[in-house]
């Protein structure tokens, strides 16, 4: 008997993920392809668009073979891509240069000179903070050193766009990936004119804005041949990848909020319309016409404990080093962390911010240092959140994924330090469950957005411990204090 399944591709900064599932959200095969980095210089950071392209490919025929589907029953397949990429490319899509990724600080100048000028300006107009990470500086970067890929230059594009333009001969970009460029207006959903002249380039080497739920169809017979799937497969714009994370966790709702962590993290919240603050902590991003996210990455999750493990670890498991912070009380004795190992993002987007043990005493062990840093982590979510919750309101739950979230110490503690109960889905899949439901809503397999929510298999909430709460309330007003004044010394 046939049956209907729908495939989600991940276009991630690490891999390229490619999962299958059935309609009702359980998972039904997933491959992952690793791809390849390039450190041209200090602080450059590139990937190969091409490879990526080669490996989404073989991610989909893979994935198509391992679930032992005929081509009839895949139905549709939607995008999740990583935000902040740029590539340059000629007229017929060729690359002139790799792709910039989000954690390339070559623009870091052209960001402090833009922010010490017309940057909460611009912040207002787009909703994008001013920072090296995003598509607006590294073209003032590029318009600035002459660059010569930029100058050649016919289009400007994302991994994303560029996956498309190869596949269906379209210049398309959604929503939320416009958005993140800080060259996008998400009131009036089009490019802010005024900046994309500041960076020396035309309207017309940007691509056509489309919503999250535009079908494509017409994919290249000899690329359809090579995923292994029949060429008229609907295939489905999707959003950014913080979007669609949100979306496949749950977190839709008024109040609803994620929180992704792995080696970096994220906390994002679903809201009406634009909601801007006015101390730039806080990024907001177009989804749909109606509705945009707000939120916060840190560039410092799980990375400061892997740096920790290094130093201190030996040859324990990650299981068994996060475990000894199990024997120290909340505030791990007067200790006090400070995640900045990469600089920051959210909520004080500096690059120049540094981390800082702040309280250190003879008595302070291995397992002390351990609970400071997972304790670091969570408070700088927290003083995130707190941006959030000015602008949104009080968060009533709290979704988190991610690799820290497969550790029982840490999701009580985020439980204990937001006083929220906390939910964690079944399937790490977040982003991927979340571009096959937006195909599913496209292609009007499925009523709303907002249905996905019946298909998402959850464990049990985790309750704060209101003792543990009482503590963290105070050991938190002490990190804020030491956290404003570090940011201020960094500059």
């Known amino acids: 008997m046939s049956q209907e399944f729908v495939l989600g591709l991940d276009i991630g900064t690490t891999s390229v993920k490619a999962c299958i599932f059935h309609l ?17 210089q200090q602080g450059w950071a590139e990937q190969d668009p091409v490879e990526i392209e080669r490996s989404s490919v073989a991610a989909i025929r893979e994935a198509v073979e391992k679930a032992g589907i005929e081509k009839n029953e895949l139905i549709s397949v939607g995008f999740s891509a990583a935000m902040h990429s740029l590539i340059c490319v000629d007229q017929k899509g060729k690359p002139l240069s790799n792709a910039l990724i989000w954690t390339d600080g070559r623009s870091f100048a052209q960001a402090e000179k833009v922010s010490a000028t017309n940057g909460k300006n611009i912040y207002v107009k787009t909703g994008t903070p001013i920072h090296p990470m995003t598509p607006f500086m ?19 594009m994302s991994i994303k766009e560029f996956l498309l333009y190869h596949w269906f001969n379209e210049r398309v970009i959604d929503y939320s990936m416009a958005s993140a460029t800080g060259l996008f207006n998400p009131e009036t959903h089009t490019w802010e004119s005024d900046v994309v002249r500041y960076v020396g380039i035309s ?12 079908v494509l169809t017409g994919i290249s017979g000899r690329v359809a041949a090579e995923m292994g799937i029949n060429p008229e497969t609907p295939f489905v714009m999707g959003a950014a990848d913080g979007q669609l994370a949100n979306l496949g966790i749950g977190a839709i709702l008024p109040g609803e909020v994620a929180v992704s962590v792995g080696t970096s993290g994220a906390i994002r919240q679903f809201t ?48 068994e080093f996060l475990s000894h912070a199990e024997k120290v009380t909340p505030g791990a004795e007067g200790l006090i962390f400070l995640p900045y190992l990469n600089g920051e993002r959210a909520p004080i987007w500096n690059q120049r911010a540094k981390g800082n043990f702040y309280g250190v005493s ?14 670091g982590i969570t ?44 939910y964690i889905p079944e399937s790490h899949h977040s982003a991927a469950w979340g571009a096959a439901w937006t195909a599913l809503v496209a292609t009007n397999k499925a009523a709303s957005f907002e249905e996905i929510k019946e298909n998402i298999p959850m464990g049990d909430a985790i309750v704060p411990n209101k003792k543990n709460s009482r503590k963290y ?10 956290a404003n004044t570090m940011e201020n010394f960094s500059k």
């Open 379 to 422: 408070f700088n979510l927290y003083q995130i959140g707190k941006a959030l919750e000015a602008l949104s309101g009080e968060p009533k739950k709290l979704y988190v994924n991610g690799g820290l979230a497969r550790s029982p110490l840490w999701l009580q503690m985020m439980a204990d330090v937001f006083e929220a109960e906390i």
């Open 473 to 482: 309330k105070n050991i938190y007003q002490k990190y804020e204090l030491l």
């Open 138 to 156: 590294k073209l003032l970067w590029m318009k600035e050193t002459n660059y010569e890929p930029y100058i050649q230059a016919a289009y400007f």
């Open 272 to 319: 009406d319309g634009v909601k801007i603050g006015a101390n730039q902590e806080t990024f907001c991003y177009s989804f749909t016409e109606a509705t945009t996210i707000i939120g916060g990455p840190t560039n410092n999750g799980g990375i400061a404990l892997q740096w920790l493990k290094d130093l201190l670890g030996g040859n324990e498991s990650f299981e």
């Open 362 to 375: 003879i008595t302070h062990k291995k397992e002390h240092f351990i609970r400071a840093v997972l304790e």
């Open 203 to 214: 309207e017309g080497q940007l691509s056509a804005i489309v919503p999250p739920t535009k």
């Open 24 to 40: 009702n959200g359980k998972l039904a095969a997933e491959v992952e392809k690793m791809n390849s980095f390039y450190y041209p």
